[in-house]
Structures are given as C-alpha cells and as structure tokens.
C-alpha cells in the first residue's frame, strides 16, 4: 500500500495561481516508478483527470482541455512526487483534486499513465475554490 501526501489547495480569486503538491510517501531507496496524476472532482460532477506524469520520465499527459495552456504537470525533486502548477484559475476549476498512483509493470509502457481506471493508489484530496 502506498500512501500518497497532498498539499496546496487553497482559496483564490479568478485569474490568481495556486500549486498543488503529492509525494509517494515510501522509503527513499525506493527505485519504483510510478503513473502519478490529478484528478478532480467538482459537486455534483464525474471525477475526470487533469494531468498525468511517469516518474520515469518521458511523460506527461493533459487530459483535460481547459487546463492545457494554464496548468503544468512536473516532477518534484524527490524521486516519487509531482507537482500541479495551476495559472489563470477560472471559476470551473473549483473542485475536489485528488492525487493517485499506479507503478506500471516493467515492459508495459508508460501511455497507460493516462488511464484513470489504472490508478490504484489514492490521496484524501484537496480542495481548490475559485471565486469570481
């Protein structure tokens, strides 16, 4: 069981920034790599995903058109954590964002990071507001 540490959620106003953090917490010897992403989840919505990363490298994914121009997906500098950097906040981004993990198996290949119902690790979730 991996256990996953979200920070960085928060209140701003529309057009303001906020950074959203995850990080695998698992020994730092640790050589797994990981399909980390966010998802979100506003009230009354479907969960959808965000973006997605290989820890690995050689990956990224937005799967959420609004977010393409405005939010940047990156490896932290500790081996298994990501950061969500999130510009131009617009009130539809207001939700639940909830970070998750899977380690694909060796040989595999990294495209099924962009899977949502591969990820089977899941954080408690942060919450963003936008307000207007």
């Known amino acids: 069981q991996v256990q996953l540490v979200e920070s960085g959620g928060g209140s701003v106003q529309a057009g303001g920034s906020l950074t959203l953090s995850c990080a695998a917490d698992?020994?730092?010897?640790?050589?797994?790599?990981?399909?980390m992403g966010w998802f979100r989840q506003a009230p009354g919505k479907e969960r959808e995903g965000v973006a997605m990363?290989?820890?690995?490298?050689?990956?990224?994914?937005y799967a959420t058109a609004s977010v393409k121009d405005r939010f940047i997906i990156s490896q932290d500098n500790a081996k298994n954590a990501m950061r969500l950097r999130m510009t131009s906040l617009k009130s539809d981004d207001t939700a639940m964002y909830y970070c998750?993990?899977?380690?694909?198996?060796?040989?595999?290949?990294?495209?099924?990071?962009?899977?949502?119902?591969?990820?089977?690790?899941w954080g408690s979730g942060t919450q963003v507001t936008v307000s207007s």
């Open positions: 998750a993990a899977f380690s694909p198996l060796r040989g595999t290949g990294v495209l099924q990071c962009a899977e949502m119902g591969k990820y089977q690790y």
């Open positions: 698992e020994p730092t010897t640790s050589s797994t790599k990981y399909c």
């Open positions: 990363i290989y820890t690995g490298g050689g990956f990224t994914h």
